[in-house]
C-alpha cells in the first residue's frame, strides 16, 4: 500500500521539511527523519521515535553520518522508497564580499550532503530497481536575478544540475529523480538560523543591502506560499507512475520562472546568427 512506503527526508526540524514529515507521519507513512540534532527533530514534530517514526541525529557533510543513518533506516523499516534532500541553508552576500570558508560552507552543506545522501541510498533503490528521488532547490536555482544571494544561488543551480543528470542516468533503473523549485513559502527559512549574514559586507553593494533588508523586515512571515499545499503536492507526485524532472511550487515560482523563460527565448533569437556562426563552414 502507498502509505506503507519509507520516506527518508534531511533537514526535517523546520521548513519544508518539518511540514512534510508531520503530514507524512498523519497519513500513516513510515519516515526517517534526519536533523543535527534528535531532540530538537522530536520536539518540532512533536513525537518521538515509534514504530512508523524514525529521527536521526546526522551530519549530512561527513558520509559515516549519512552512512550510520542509513543503515538505521534499512535496519527499522527495511528499505527506502523516497528521498527528499531538503537540508541546506540560505546565504546572504554579494559575490565579491563572500568569503571562501562562507562560500564553501554553503556548498557542503547544499550540495555536497545531498550528493552524500543519494551516494548511501542509491544502492537500495539499485537493488529493488525502484525509487523517487527528490532534490530540494529553489526558483533562486533557475533565475538568480537578486542581488546579494548570488552563492546561494549558485548551491541551488548545482543541485538543479545534478539532479537533471541522475535522472537520466537512474531512468533505466526504475528510478525518477526530480528537482523541486519552490517560490516563497511561509515558514522560518528567512529567520536568522537559516539565512546567514555575510561577515565582512562592503556598502558599495547598496542593492545587495537592499535585498536583505527587504527579506528580514518584508517578506519574512509575508510569503504568499502555503507550506502544508506545498508538501501535499509532493505526496502526491511522489505517489504517482511518472514524476516530472523539474517541479515548480508557488505562482511566485511559475512567475518568475516563465520570466526567466521569456527573456533567454529572447536572447537566444536576438543573438541567434552570431550563436550559429561558430560551427565549422559545412
Same mark, same amino acid.
Not at 523517487?132 to 533562486?140: A, H, Q, T, V
Given at each position: 500500500?502507498?502509505?506503507?512506503?519509507?520516506?527518508?527526508?534531511?533537514?526535517?526540524?523546520?521548513?519544508?521539511?518539518?511540514?512534510?514529515?508531520?503530514?507524512?507521519?498523519?497519513?500513516?507513512?513510515?519516515?526517517?527523519?534526519?536533523?543535527?540534532?534528535?531532540?530538537? !527533530?522530536?520536539?518540532?514534530?512533536?513525537? +518521538?521515535?515509534?514504530?512508523?517514526?524514525?529521527?536521526? $541525529?546526522?551530519?549530512?557533510?561527513? @558520509?559515516?553520518?549519512?552512512?550510520?543513518?542509513?543503515?538505521?533506516?534499512?535496519?527499522? %523499516?527495511?528499505?527506502?522508497?523516497?528521498?527528499?534532500?531538503?537540508?541546506?541553508?540560505?546565504?546572504? =552576500?554579494?559575490?565579491?564580499?563572500?568569503?571562501? $570558508?562562507?562560500?564553501?560552507?554553503?556548498?557542503?552543506?547544499?550540495?555536497?550532503?545531498?550528493?552524500?545522501?543519494?551516494?548511501?541510498?542509491?544502492?537500495?533503490?539499485?537493488? #529493488?530497481?525502484?525509487? #523517487?528521488? %527528490?532534490?530540494?532547490?529553489?526558483?533562486?536555482?533557475?533565475?538568480?536575478?537578486?542581488?546579494?544571494?548570488?552563492?546561494?544561488?549558485?548551491?541551488?543551480?548545482?543541485?538543479?544540475?545534478?539532479?537533471?543528470?541522475?535522472?537520466?542516468?537512474?531512468?533505466?533503473?526504475?528510478?525518477?529523480?526530480?528537482?523541486?523549485?519552490?517560490?516563497?513559502?511561509?515558514?522560518?527559512?528567512?529567520?536568522? +538560523?537559516?539565512?546567514?549574514?555575510?561577515?565582512?559586507?562592503?556598502?558599495?553593494?547598496?542593492?545587495?543591502?537592499?535585498?536583505?533588508?527587504?527579506? $528580514?523586515? @518584508?517578506?519574512?512571515? *509575508?510569503?504568499?506560499?502555503?507550506?502544508?499545499?506545498?508538501?501535499?503536492?509532493?505526496?502526491?507526485?511522489?505517489?504517482?507512475?511518472?514524476?516530472?524532472?523539474?517541479? %515548480? !511550487?508557488?505562482?511566485?515560482?511559475? +512567475?518568475?520562472?516563465? =520570466?526567466?523563460?521569456?527573456?533567454?527565448?529572447? *536572447?537566444? +533569437?536576438?543573438?541567434?546568427?552570431?550563436?550559429?556562426?561558430?560551427?565549422?563552414?559545412?
Amino acid at each position: 500500500m502507498e502509505n506503507q512506503k519509507v520516506w527518508f527526508v534531511t533537514g526535517a526540524s523546520k521548513g519544508l521539511g518539518l511540514s512534510l514529515v508531520k503530514q507524512l507521519l498523519s497519513a500513516g507513512y513510515n519516515v526517517a527523519a534526519t536533523s543535527r540534532t534528535v531532540d530538537s !527533530l522530536s520536539k518540532a514534530v512533536g513525537t +518521538e521515535e515509534s514504530e512508523n517514526f524514525l529521527p536521526l $541525529e546526522v551530519s549530512i557533510t561527513t @558520509e559515516q553520518s549519512v552512512k550510520d543513518a542509513v543503515s538505521k533506516t534499512i535496519e527499522k %523499516f527495511g528499505t527506502i522508497d523516497v528521498l527528499v534532500n531538503n537540508a541546506g541553508y540560505g546565504l546572504f =552576500g554579494a559575490v565579491e564580499e563572500l568569503s571562501d $570558508e562562507e562560500t564553501r560552507r554553503n556548498f557542503d552543506i547544499n550540495v555536497f550532503g545531498s550528493l552524500n545522501v543519494i551516494r548511501q541510498i542509491l544502492p537500495y533503490m539499485r537493488a #529493488k530497481g525502484s525509487g #523517487k528521488i %527528490f532534490n530540494i532547490s529553489s526558483i533562486g536555482g533557475f533565475t538568480a536575478d537578486f542581488p546579494g544571494v548570488g552563492i546561494y544561488c549558485s548551491t541551488k543551480f548545482a543541485v538543479a544540475g545534478f539532479t537533471e543528470a541522475l535522472a537520466s542516468e537512474v531512468k533505466e533503473l526504475g528510478i525518477s529523480a526530480t528537482v523541486v523549485y519552490p517560490g516563497y513559502f511561509r515558514t522560518d527559512f528567512l529567520s536568522s +538560523e537559516s539565512m546567514v549574514a555575510p561577515k565582512n559586507a562592503i556598502e558599495d553593494y547598496a542593492g545587495a543591502r537592499a535585498s536583505v533588508q527587504a527579506h $528580514e523586515n @518584508e517578506i519574512a512571515g *509575508n510569503q504568499p506560499g502555503d507550506p502544508q499545499k506545498a508538501v501535499a503536492v509532493l505526496i502526491k507526485i511522489a505517489s504517482e507512475e511518472n514524476t516530472p524532472v523539474h517541479l %515548480f !511550487l508557488g505562482k511566485d515560482s511559475y +512567475e518568475m520562472a516563465q =520570466g526567466k523563460i521569456q527573456t533567454m527565448t529572447k *536572447n537566444l +533569437e536576438e543573438y541567434k546568427a552570431i550563436t550559429v556562426s561558430t560551427d565549422f563552414d559545412s
